[in-house]
């Protein structure tokens, strides 16, 4: 029988490289644009849906940060990277949301993917691509949709907590992604609370439930795909720290030292629980198996109890009129305590070897 399961297709067919068109799934009715422009003295937010409102902060003495969310509406993105001097291939990556993480260098910017991982209603796991440009005073983003985790980052500039209404693009770029980094941390612990109460439930029930096998399977499942989303950042994260390109201040590097140092941690604890989630359906399958040992073990010695019973009763069920018990008056109940002795010296027998 042929399967019906349809196969992804991750090639571009006949298109050029660089083409500007939109690979993703999450289709937005409209592309939204939140541009903040900061100094160390002034803050100024702007939202709207025209991407040519930021065009005229290009050049000022400011850091500008141009948040565009949904990727769909490629004639405001093109009109963005032409004004910014960015690579078609720059273009047609950020436009395609299959690519793994990694890091680009280009003469005036450098270009980041990354992976970004948070929770939707506490419960639904969301995986979203951000794609970073970062130029000579100026900070671009590209999600597929609403919904982030620099909210935090957003207020730290506005009220001017912290270094970043001091420091230049490449600190806002290490922001953004140290902001991402911090989120696995948060999302790992979380599933490390799923994993943990799992195992609990695995011992309380001790019995065979579907339901918790399936809940390991999407476990492991999930697990493979964050960790497919994780990984090559640590690559990626490692190749910032030590190339050396304009916009890079000296005083950033120790922040990305640091950051670096997180992702390793992140990847480390990713692997930790990937083998925790490895073990899990083993002990579920080892503790199933044991349950049916035990089963198997009380029928055996049920079965063994029988079995000099069973030869007593055939022996003497036999047809022989030269069996003398048989015409003995109280062969029928001496016959009964015999058994009955048999069946309880068994039952000492193997409490004493513990097998009960």
Known sequence: MKSKTKKKSYKTVNRSPGTVHYRGRKQSTVTTVEIINYSKQSHQLIETQNVEEAF???????????????????SQIEKLGVHYGLHPLTMEDILNTNHRPKLDEFDQ???LVLKMLYFKNDEELVYEQVSIVAGEGYVLTFQEADGDVFDDLRERIKVGKGRARGMGSDYLMYTIVDAVVDNYLTVIEAFGDKIEDIEDRIFETNT???????????????????RRSVFPLREAINRLEKIEHPIIEE?????????????????????????MVWSLLDMYMTIISNKMNEVMKVLTIIA?????????????????DNIPELHYKYSYFILWGVMIFVFLLMLLYFRRKKWL
């Open 208 to 226: 065979e439930d579907h339901q918790t096998a399936n809940t390991i399977q999407a476990l492991k499942r999930e697990v493979i795909k964050i």
């Open 109 to 111: 910017y450098l270009f």
């Open 251 to 275: 005083k950033t590097r120790n922040f990305i030292r640091d950051l670096y140092d997180h992702i390793v941690q992140v990847n480390e604890s990713i692997e930790v629980y990937r083998e």
């Open 304 to 320: 063994t109890i029988f079995i000099p019973l069973t030869f007593i009763a055939g022996i003497y069920g036999m047809n022989f």
């Open 56 to 74: 005229h902060f290009k050049g000022k003495d400011t850091v500008t940060w141009i948040n565009v969310n949904g990727l769909n509406n490629t």
